[in-house]
């Protein structure tokens, strides 16, 4: 379907972004957008470390999981 994005088609994209946001509104666009992609790959380096917690605990025998919660 979509084979790759030329040079005019991006020109188009950003034309029409202007249009739509204006040129003073576009740097508060912009750190948004950069905020979001910050809060998502936070939120997606937790889940791994999530995960490789429980996987962690999961090899663990049962003896020495009971010790770590006591721990807590």
């Known amino acids: 379907m979509f084979k790759s994005i ?3 088609e991006l020109i188009l994209i950003i034309f029409i972004i202007l249009l739509v ?3 003073g509104k576009l740097p ?7 905020k979001a992609i910050r809060s998502f790959k936070k939120a997606q380096s937790d ?5 490789k917690t429980d996987i962690k605990t999961e090899k663990m025998p049962a003896a020495k999981v009971s010790e770590s919660v ?3």
């Open 6 to 8: 030329g040079v005019p």
């Open 21 to 23: 946001f204006g040129v």
């Open 28 to 34: 508060q666009v912009g750190a948004q957008f950069g």
């Open 47 to 51: 889940d791994s470390e999530d995960e």
């Open 70 to 72: 006591e721990k807590k």
